[in-house]
C-alpha cells in the first residue's frame, strides 16, 4: 500500500493483491465504481455504487467523515481524483485501487486467489462465511468465487454460513447461486445442520429462501427428525404440512 500526500490532506493507494484485505479490515466502507453505468451493471464489486459525475457532492454531504471509503476506475486514473475530493473534504480513511478494475479482474484470474484451498480443503469464500466476514465474502463473489466448491467433508459455503449463525450470509449466497439443497458426504443438507444445531434463526432463513424439508440422509433422516429444539421441530413441522 502506498500513500499519496498533498498539503492538505491524504489517501492511501492499495493494490489488487491487498485489496481485498483491505475491504475486509474495513468492513462497511463505501465502495465507489467510477466506471461507466454499462460496466458497473455488468460487473463490479458488490455492494458498489457507481460514481455518475453527479452525486458525488450529495455523498460527500451526506455521509459520516469517519465511514471508510474505496473507489476505483478502469485503470486507477479517474480514482485518483476522487479520491483526493473525498481526503480534502475530510474523510479519515480513503483508498483507491491501483490499476482500477483491469488489475482486481487480472488479479483474480491469474493468481487463483478465489480457489485456493486450506488443510481441510475450504476456498477462500468458505472460510469467509464460516468466520460471518460478509465485507470478505462479498469480494471474493465479485471476484468470481466458484459457488459450488465443497471441502473434504462435502459441505459448500453456505454449509460454513449455517456455521458462523448468520442468516444475513446464508441469505446472500443463496442468492449468489450457492446450492441450498446441496447434501454433503453423508447426505446432509444444510437446513438438516441448522435444525440438528439448534439455530431456529438459520432454519427460517433456509426454509423462507426455498430449501426442502423433505430431503433425507443415506440413514433416512429429514430435518424434521433431526430438529434439536422446540422453535426447529415448530419451523418444521409447520413447513412439511
Not at 479517474?78 to 488479479?107: K, N, P, T
Not at 449455517?162 to 443463496?174: G, I, S, Y
Not at 433425507?216 to 415448530?234: H, I, K, V, W, Y
Request: hydrophobic share 45%.
Amino acid at each position: 500500500m502506498t500513500t499519496s500526500h498533498t498539503a492538505q490532506r491524504r489517501y492511501d493507494r492499495v493494490s489488487a493483491d491487498h485489496a481485498q484485505a483491505w475491504l475486509a479490515a474495513h468492513p462497511g466502507a463505501l465502495v465507489l465504481d467510477a466506471r461507466a453505468a454499462a460496466d458497473h451493471a455488468a460487473a463490479r464489486l458488490a455492494g458498489s455504487l457507481r460514481l455518475d459525475g453527479r452525486n458525488h457532492e450529495t455523498l460527500l454531504r451526506r455521509e459520516p467523515r469517519e465511514r471508510p471509503v474505496f473507489i476505483y476506475c478502469y485503470h486507477g486514473i479517474s480514482s485518483r481524483s476522487y479520491a483526493q475530493m473525498f481526503a480534502d473534504f475530510g474523510f479519515a480513511q480513503v483508498c483507491d485501487l491501483i490499476g482500477g478494475w483491469e488489475a482486481w479482474q487480472a488479479h483474480a484470474a491469474g493468481a487463483g486467489a478465489t480457489s485456493a484451498r486450506d488443510a481441510h480443503g475450504n476456498t477462500p469464500l468458505m472460510t469467509a462465511a464460516w468466520r460471518g466476514d460478509a465485507a470478505a465474502v462479498d469480494v471474493l463473489l465479485a471476484a468470481g468465487a466458484d459457488l459450488q466448491a465443497t471441502n473434504g467433508d462435502g459441505n459448500n459455503a453456505l454449509w460454513m454460513a449455517c456455521v458462523a449463525n448468520d442468516t444475513e450470509l446464508v441469505e446472500r449466497l443463496v442468492r449468489a447461486g450457492v446450492a441450498i439443497d446441496h447434501a454433503n458426504a453423508t447426505g446432509a443438507t444444510a437446513l438438516m445442520y441448522a435444525a440438528s444445531s439448534s439455530k431456529p434463526r438459520v432454519v427460517r432463513a433456509l426454509l423462507a429462501l426455498g430449501a426442502d424439508p423433505a430431503l433425507r440422509t443415506q440413514d433416512d433422516f429429514s430435518a424434521l427428525d433431526m430438529a434439536g429444539c422446540l422453535e426447529c421441530l415448530q419451523l418444521l413441522r409447520a413447513a412439511t404440512r
